[in-house]
Nanobody, 127 residues
């Protein structure tokens, strides 16, 4: 079992920044890589970013490249999503999730391959 708890969401003006955190716990969480997804009202959950605990195999959705940065702190068992230059279209509930480390690169972009999910944190970007 892996437990994931997100924090750091909130309301920010367009152009602003937020940093999301995801604290992981459980006996086997180190065998998983971590991802961030988001879901806006009326839309499907979409991939945002992915990282291995060692800091490798980092991927981003095209919509956030150059604006968002995913990172991990192994000592704190925490993954971060630094979000800069936020846009109103970034408004969504953001979820962190865990995927088996050995899954293929293409699997990392698909929510159905992630085994564990946090409760989500709301990010609202006003124009």
């Amino acid at each position: 079992q892996v437990q994931l708890v997100e924090s750091g969401g909130g309301l920010v003006q367009a152009g602003g920044s937020l940093r999301l955190s995801c604290a992981a716990s459980g006996r086997t969480f180190s065998t998983y890589a971590m991802g961030w997804f988001r879901q806006a009202p009326g839309k499907e959950r979409e991939f945002v970013a992915r990282i291995s605990w060692g800091g490798g195999r980092i991927y981003y959705a095209d919509s956030v490249k150059g604006r968002f940065t995913i990172s991990s702190d192994n000592a704190k068992n925490t993954v971060y999503l630094q979000m800069n230059s936020l846009k109103p279209e970034d408004t969504a509930v953001y979820y962190c999730a865990a995927i088996r480390e050995w899954y293929s690169d293409s699997s990392s972009y698909r929510a159905e391959f992630y085994d564990y999910w946090g409760q989500g944190t709301q990010v609202t970007v006003s124009s």
